[in-house]
């Protein structure tokens, strides 16, 4: 009898060695895709120039409150954050965006591990996830997208914990992390609703029996409060953005358009990964106990195409199929017939995502990207009726900014000194006021003003308006309102996007009111 409970604690002891080496060398795999990840990142991450949107989410830091015309407030605070840590450099403020991607290449790893998947699984899983196009471009740029699909991968990995039979008291933590979510993008909703409709469609009723799911969600509230309280207060302005956005700036998607560019975002070669991950939950044996995570998945697709939303909506859900992924391509490979595939699959994932990494992160010079992106037309993604010419939407974006604060800045400088101190930079968008707000003070620039979004909540400054540099997004419809307008330069930029080449600067004097009276007709909510 002896003999045997020595034989039995000398196989856990055997077990338990093998299980620890196993986790650790997963671990140092997964945290080598994660080491890839940020060197790929960080490749290129002070190339081009700012991002419209980082310039905006700069000037909200410098503006901190529970919300903004067009999301929460946690972009705004990292901005601050990040600014006040590092200084305001392109390398701070996208510092924080490459170490979210990193952990979300590292995560997607463990969820595949929890889902019952072995090396090559959270191999196949991570390395998608890190060399997905999509990934790679929100990414390289803070953004409220580069840390959404985190939120979203750590909700769902701490629920697959609790139906494995960790304790129910993880909802706490789970409605602490969606509560931030929300603070950072609210269609955090939508993935929540999703996951509780998911859990209700494969049978997991009992975690709704449970006390402390509820308290998680009451966690998750009391975050989201304070930002729900300052929609309610302006009158729930996402909701008019959202609703602007459809009508007269998004592109209009038809139902195979949308399926078709979840495929080019994720990139074409993948797509047997997540979409084998799909068929796991639905089809497996395994995978039915992870089920309301492929429900999950087709909630939150079903979503925003009904209502329309942006292309990339759904991307931050695929983690949890390329992880389900991973773990059927592992299954799939372990016949001997098909264990040629385990190697050359994996390497065409890694060769053809290397391949497109550019379209992602700006790594080529401009002439030069140009040249390669010609070969590989069918990666570029329109998702806005102003279409960039003729670099995609992203690189577009980042073209222009420090040039227009330069020739705003020497028309300034041009006026006479007595007339300087009143004279209002009055630009038609966030991008270009932000493109002030950045580069202005070393040009001895004030701060901009204008209509655009929540610069619209900031107001004229006290300006008023005898003396305006009116420039970018609809400053000829804005000379109206002056009895005085002179055009004094035009900006242009080959590379920026169609909006702010051939932008027309005008010297405006003689308001037909008070900046403060006419400061409505400036108002742009979109």
């Given at each position: ?286 995978g039915k106990r992870f089920r309301f995570l492929g429900w999950s998945y087709l909630i939150v697709l079903a979503i925003f195409m009904v209502f329309n939303g942006k292309t990339y909506y759904p991307l931050p ?210």
């Amino acid at each position: 009898m002896s003999a045997t409970k020595a034989a039995v604690s000398e196989v856990q002891a055997l077990t338990s060695c093998f299980w620890r080496e196993a986790v650790a060398g997963s671990t140092a795999l997964l945290g080598g895709l994660a080491a890839a990840k940020l060197l790929i990142q960080f490749a290129g991450i002070n190339h081009y120039g700012f991002f419209r949107d980082e310039l905006y989410y700069m000037a909200c830091g410098e503006h901190l409150a529970w919300g903004y015309v067009d999301q929460p407030p946690l972009i705004a605070f990292v901005a601050w954050l990040a600014r006040h840590l590092f200084g305001p450099s392109m390398v701070s403020m996208r510092l924080f965006p490459v170490l979210a991607g990193a952990a979300i290449v590292w995560l997607t790893g463990i969820l595949a591990r929890d889902l019952g998947g072995g090396r090559l699984a959270q191999f196949l899983a991570a390395a998608a996830i890190l060399l997905a196009p999509v990934n790679l471009a929100f990414d390289s740029f803070l953004s409220m997208n580069a840390f959404e699909p985190l939120f979203w991968l750590l909700c769902a990995w701490i629920v697959v914990r609790i139906v494995k039979g960790a304790s129910p008291k993880l909802w706490l933590v789970f409605g602490l992390i969606a509560g931030i979510g929300l603070e950072n993008k609210h269609s955090m909703l939508v993935f929540g609703f999703a996951l509780a409709v998911g859990l209700l469609l494969s049978g997991e009723y009992r975690l709704f029996q449970s006390k402390w799911i509820w308290l998680g969600a009451a966690v998750a509230l009391c975050l989201f409060l304070p930002n729900l309280l300052w929609e309610a207060r302006h009158g729930w302005p996402q909701i008019e953005v959202v609703r602007n956005a459809q009508r007269f700036k998004n592109e209009a998607i038809s139902p195979f358009r949308f399926l078709f560019e979840q495929v080019l975002f994720l990139h074409p070669v993948e797509l047997p990964v997540w979409l084998g991950g799909l068929v796991w939950y639905f089809g497996s044996r395994e995978g039915k106990r992870f089920r309301f995570l492929g429900w999950s998945y087709l909630i939150v697709l079903a979503i925003f195409m009904v209502f329309n939303g942006k292309t990339y909506y759904p991307l931050p859900v695929y983690p949890l199929l390329m992880a389900a992924g991973g773990v059927a391509f592992e299954a799939f490979v372990a016949q001997s017939r098909r264990r040629w595939l385990a190697i050359s699959y994996p390497a065409l994932v890694v060769v053809a995502g290397l391949a497109t990494v550019p379209f992602g992160v700006a790594l080529l010079p401009v002439n030069a990207f140009l040249q390669y992106s010609s070969g590989l037309p069918f990666f570029r993604v329109q998702t806005e009726r102003d279409a960039p010419v003729p670099l995609p939407q992203l690189y577009a974006d980042m073209f222009g900014w420090d040039d227009m604060a330069a020739t705003i800045s020497s028309i300034y400088h041009s006026l006479p000194v007595s007339e300087q101190a009143g004279c209002a930079i009055l630009a038609g968008n966030y991008g270009e006021a932000g493109a002030i707000d950045y580069y202005g003070p070393k040009l001895g620039l004030p701060k901009a003003i204008s209509g655009h979004n929540s610069y619209f909540y900031w107001g004229p400054r006290g300006y008023s308006g005898g003396c305006a540099i009116v420039f970018g997004e609809r400053a000829t419809e804005f000379t109206k309102l002056f009895g005085e307008a002179k055009q004094v330069a035009t900006i242009t930029n080959p590379h920026a996007m169609v909006v702010e080449q051939n932008v027309p600067v005008y010297l405006c004097r003689k308001p037909s009111a008070p900046l403060s009276a006419l400061w409505p007709h400036f108002k742009m909510i979109i």
